[in-house]
């Protein structure tokens, strides 16, 4: 079973659609997760946190459930630029905290 | 604005070639890391270091070495480079939870 698992996609949703990505960990003494924003060609930034029992940016919901080992991630009114992959991040919480990355989720918003 | 720099954007060598890719960052982080990211694989970890002079095996060390000689500079060599290691590579450094990364090097391998 792979550490972090996302579903690839793509995810196609017109302008204005609520949509949400789910990412599954596998080791439950994880404590801190996280969701990444990558560009085509680009490298991967930080979009959001998730702590304890979620996070909220605007348009942006992170939600956490411990007990089924989750994290999912919820887009309101997209817009085009939202396109991109979204990476699920786990610190794993080992000897030197390593991140662990899923092999993202693509999406794509057209008008 | 923390910075991370990469040597090259795109690199093409030749089998067998020793390969160098430097990475540089400006936020004086003690923790650095290199990965590759291939289509499916996600990113893998190489390598990482955590202080100057350090480093540790991350899930694919294979054919890679390592050097980190002052703490702002974290260099990944490729000894002999193969096809296999056709790659897009990213480097990174570490405030706490938060990992920026560079602009990543297409290296191709011929």
């Known amino acids: 079973r792979k550490e972090v698992e996302q579903d690839p996609g793509p995810f196609n949703v017109p302008e204005g659609a609520t949509v949400a990505f789910n990412c599954t960990y596998s080791?439950?003494?994880?404590?801190?997760f996280f969701w990444y924003r990558q560009d085509c060609r680009k490298e991967p930034k930080l979009l959001m946190s998730?702590?304890?029992s979620g996070n909220e940016d605007g348009r942006f919901t992170a939600q956490l459930n411990r007990a089924s080992q989750y994290i999912s991630l919820l887009i309101r009114d997209s817009k085009l630029s939202d396109s991109a992959t979204y990476l699920c991040v786990v610190n794993e919480n080992t000897g030197f905290q390593k991140l662990v990355f899923g092999t993202g989720t693509r999406l794509l918003v057209s008008p | 604005d923390v910075k991370v720099t990469q040597s090259s954007r795109y690199l093409v060598k030749r089998t067998g070639e020793k390969v160098f890719l430097e990475c540089v960052q400006d936020m004086d982080h003690e923790n650095m890391f290199w990965y590759r990211q291939d289509p499916g694989l996600g990113l893998r970890l190489i390598y990482f270091s955590y202080d100057v002079k350090m480093k540790e095996k991350g899930d694919i060390p294979e054919g890679y070495s390592v050097s980190r000689e002052k703490k702002e500079r974290f260099s990944l060599i490729l000894e002999s480079a193969s096809t296999n290691q056709t790659s897009m590579y990213l480097c990174a450094s570490r405030e706490i939870d938060e990992q920026y990364f560079g602009p990543g090097t297409r290296l191709t391998v011929t």
């Open positions: 998730v702590y304890s």
């Open positions: 080791n439950s003494a994880s404590q801190s």
